[in-house]
């Protein structure tokens, strides 16, 4: 109910900005039947956060890449080819800046059992597929490639959801569909969502689970963040662009032009130039799709012939593949939402994916399993640990900023600061930085002999007759200086 009354109220904000005849020829855009759909959901709608600097270079920003399935010779290649596909985005960007690719010169596109209707311009479409077919067609192939595994099913859920399977390819150019990805702005997964979108559609992202990375859960999600963006533009060209840009961005450009005609925002200016470009990457993609005739990767079987399970109880990972009897390589590929191996159990329930040849059976299964434990962070007596801070001197050297030796050190530039009582980040060569470091030093049982110093004796002496170190001597008697004199009483330790 909570997200029906939000559509409303970007509808409202809609329908302020537009005049009575415009309003007339614009088609309604929540009907009856969708507000019954929706009115028992508890997910709220917010708009998805703009990241347009990675949008065309189709969210795939390696900083934060996490991979648990693909190949590391293939994350590695991809990494490679990010800067040229920076350099590719300024080329875009100036080549097609120039007020005459601006006007109106629209193709419009149909495709898919539900009409997928998309005006673009011809130049921005030739640029993509030109694009595609040579700077980066070893990639858009390996892309096709891995979206065969996921195809049939997307577009099943698509089908349920009543919307066209043609939108299989915005997961295409967003991420290649590779699961783990995750952009600059850590937006993650093949729909590359980021948290706050994520949750609002249901899906759990913490610090054990991330479904954003599941493609059964999040094609769903997807699937209604779609529905819901037609339902509030009406068209699929601005849906498509709220998608890229965020609801509200889309808004303000209705607003500040005072129309909703995708055609009309372009000519004005008023959409931002990744936006723009935006519906014709995905026409290219469909286009060359079809012309490629990509074959199916070895895998697709086993997402298209998957079955979803519940547990209501907290669980093992490990322990739950073993009482399903899968191997820990598919139990991964149906279920890479899993972060750690324990999962707190959750209201709604977890879903669990397995072959659907083994659901009746993963169901009765389930039912016994007893609920496990969180494991408990408690150390043993002999594994305990105990925290040193090691204070290390750096000498500035050419070249050098705060940032460059907070990540030499594995430390944060206000720490830094803190530490230095430096109030700016500037720092010059040959100044000298106190680095404070956090370590984790064993602790183990110690027996203490009482020793009288005698003359002649120094920690050193000592420490090599007993068979022990200057510095253990020292941290047991708690001692300032490393200076002794005779008849001092001093404990020596010695390990158990």
Same mark, same amino acid.
């Given at each position: 109910?909570?997200?029906?009354?939000?559509?409303?109220?970007?509808?409202t904000l809609l329908n302020s900005c537009t005049s009575v005849n415009q309003l007339n020829d614009e088609r309604e855009v929540i009907s009856t039947e969708y507000v019954t759909v929706y009115e028992g959901e508890s997910n709220?709608?917010?708009?998805?956060?703009?990241?347009?600097?990675?949008?065309?270079?189709?969210?795939?920003?390696?900083?934060?890449?996490?991979?648990?399935?693909?190949?590391?010779?293939?994350?590695?290649?991809?990494?490679?080819?990010?800067?040229?596909?920076?350099?590719?985005?300024?080329?875009?960007?100036?080549?097609?800046?120039?007020?005459?690719?601006?006007?109106?010169?629209?193709?419009?596109?149909?495709?898919?059992?539900?009409?997928?209707?998309?005006?673009?311009?011809k130049q921005h479409y030739d640029f993509w597929m030109k694009y595609f077919t040579t700077k980066n067609e070893d990639r858009f192939l390996r892309h096709s490639k891995n979206g065969t595994k996921y195809k049939e099913l997307?577009?099943?859920?698509?089908?349920?959801?009543?919307?066209?399977?043609?939108?299989?390819?915005?997961?295409?150019?967003?991420?290649?569909?590779?699961?783990?990805?995750?952009?600059?702005?850590?937006?993650?997964?093949?729909?590359?969502?980021?948290?706050?979108?994520?949750?609002?559609?249901?899906?759990?992202?913490?610090?054990?689970?991330?479904?954003?990375?599941?493609?059964?859960?999040?094609?769903?999600?997807?699937?209604?963040?779609?529905?819901?963006?037609?339902?509030?533009?009406?068209?699929?060209?601005?849906?498509?662009?709220?998608?890229?840009?965020?609801?509200?961005?889309?808004?303000?450009?209705?607003?500040?032009?005072?129309?909703?005609?995708?055609?009309?925002?372009?000519?004005?200016?008023?959409?931002?130039?990744?936006?723009?470009?935006?519906?014709?990457?995905?026409?290219?993609?469909?286009?060359?799709?079809?012309?490629?005739?990509?074959?199916?990767?070895?895998?697709?079987?086993?997402?298209?012939?998957?079955?979803?399970?519940?547990?209501?109880?907290?669980?093992?990972? @490990?322990?739950?593949? +073993?009482? *399903?009897?899968?191997?820990? %390589?598919?139990? !991964? #590929? $149906?279920?890479?939402?899993? =972060?750690? /191996?324990?999962?707190?159990?959750?209201?709604?329930?977890?879903?669990?994916?397995?072959?659907?040849?083994?659901?009746?059976?993963?169901?009765?299964?389930?039912?016994?399993?007893?609920?496990?434990?969180?494991?408990?962070?408690?150390?043993?007596?002999?594994?305990?640990?105990?925290?040193?801070?090691?204070?290390?001197?750096?000498?500035?050297?050419?070249?050098?900023?705060?940032?460059?030796?907070?990540?030499?050190?594995?430390?944060?530039?206000?720490?830094?600061?803190?530490?230095?009582?430096?109030?700016?980040?500037?720092?010059?060569?040959?100044?000298?930085? @106190?680095?404070?470091? +956090?370590? *984790?030093?064993?602790?183990? %049982?110690?027996? !203490? #002999? $009482?020793?009288?110093?005698? =003359?002649? /004796?120094?920690?050193?002496?000592?420490?090599?007759?007993?068979?022990?170190?200057?510095?253990?001597?020292?941290?047991?008697?708690?001692?300032?200086?490393?200076?002794?004199?005779?008849?001092?009483?001093?404990?020596?330790?010695?390990?158990?």
């Open positions: 109910m909570i997200r029906m009354l939000r559509l409303l109220f970007i509808l709220t709608l917010n708009n998805q956060e703009s990241n347009a600097d990675t949008v065309v270079l189709e969210e795939l920003e390696s900083e934060t890449i996490t991979v648990n399935e693909e190949p590391i010779a293939q994350i590695v290649e991809e990494k490679i080819v990010d800067g040229a596909l920076v350099e590719a985005e300024k080329e875009i960007i100036e080549k097609y800046e120039k007020e005459e690719l601006l006007k109106e010169d629209p193709v419009n596109s149909e495709a898919g059992e539900a009409e997928f209707n998309i005006s673009y311009k997307i577009e099943s859920i698509f089908e349920e959801e009543g919307l066209p399977k043609d939108l299989f390819f915005v997961g295409l150019i967003e991420s290649g569909y590779n699961t783990h990805i995750a952009s600059r702005a850590q937006a993650v997964g093949p729909w590359q969502f980021i948290k706050g979108t994520a949750t609002r559609y249901g899906l759990r992202v913490d610090s054990r689970v991330d479904e954003r990375s599941n493609i059964f859960k999040s094609t769903r999600a997807a699937a209604h963040y779609f529905k819901d963006l037609y339902n509030i533009f009406g068209s699929w060209e601005l849906a498509l662009c709220a998608y890229n840009a965020g609801e509200y961005r889309i808004i303000n450009a209705i607003r500040r032009g005072n129309t909703r005609d995708y055609k009309s925002l372009v000519a004005k200016k008023l959409l931002p130039k990744e936006t723009i470009f935006y519906i014709p990457k995905v026409a290219a993609a469909r286009e060359l799709w079809s012309k490629n005739k990509v074959s199916k990767h070895r895998d697709h079987e086993i997402y298209n012939d998957a079955s979803e399970v519940k547990l209501y109880k907290s669980f093992s990972a @490990k322990k739950l593949r +073993k009482v *399903l009897g899968l191997n820990r %390589s598919l139990f !991964k #590929k $149906l279920n890479p939402d899993m =972060k750690k /191996d324990w999962i707190s159990k959750r209201r709604i329930g977890h879903r669990i994916y397995v072959p659907t040849s083994l659901k009746a059976e993963a169901v009765e299964k389930l039912a016994s399993l007893k609920a496990a434990k969180r494991p408990s962070r408690k150390l043993s007596s002999s594994k305990k640990r105990s925290i040193k801070r090691i204070t290390k001197i750096h000498k500035v050297r050419r070249g050098e900023s705060l940032y460059k030796i907070a990540r030499k050190y594995g430390t944060t530039i206000k720490k830094l600061k803190s530490r230095n009582s430096l109030r700016r980040n500037r720092i010059f060569v040959g100044q000298k930085l @106190k680095i404070s470091k +956090k370590t *984790l030093v064993k602790k183990t %049982s110690v027996k !203490k #002999k $009482l020793y009288i110093v005698k =003359k002649g /004796d120094n920690l050193y002496k000592i420490a090599r007759r007993f068979g022990t170190t200057v510095n253990r001597i020292v941290s047991v008697n708690d001692l300032s200086r490393k200076t002794i004199y005779p008849r001092q009483r001093i404990y020596l330790p010695r390990l158990l």
